[in-house]
Nanobody, 124 residues
């Protein structure tokens, strides 16, 4: 069993940066593809970014491309989401997720493990 714990969320102003972390316990994440999702109030959960097990392939939603960067440190069993130039529309609860299969597209929600989420609020 893997437990994922997100951290790093908070209240920031538009244009600021945040770095989210997703730390795993229970077993290694090194063989899992990892993704970040977000869910704003009243909206469906949406894909944000993904990274393969080795970290050499990443994917992004168009809405965050060029502003967000996903990375991982398998030695620390942690995945990161660096968020720059934040906008009010980035406000949401951010979740990390682990999948034993390679990335299956932005619409896939069949992940093996999900974290509990961390709130990001961007004021204008």
């Amino acid at each position: 069993q893997v437990q994922l714990v997100e951290s790093g969320g908070g209240l920031v102003q538009a244009g600021d940066s945040l770095r989210l972390s997703c730390a795993a316990s229970g077993r290694t994440l090194s063989t899992y593809a990892m993704s970040w999702f977000r869910q704003a109030p009243g909206k469906e959960r949406e894909f944000v970014a993904a990274i393969n097990w080795s970290g050499d392939t990443t994917r992004y939603a168009d809405s965050v491309k060029g502003r967000f960067t996903i990375s991982r440190d398998n030695a620390k069993n942690t995945v990161y989401l660096q968020m720059n130039s934040l906008k009010p529309e980035d406000t949401a609860v951010y979740y990390c997720a682990a999948d034993r299969f390679p990335w299956r597209g932005p619409g896939n929600r069949e992940y093996d493990y999900w974290g509990q989420g961390t709130q990001v609020t961007v004021s204008s």
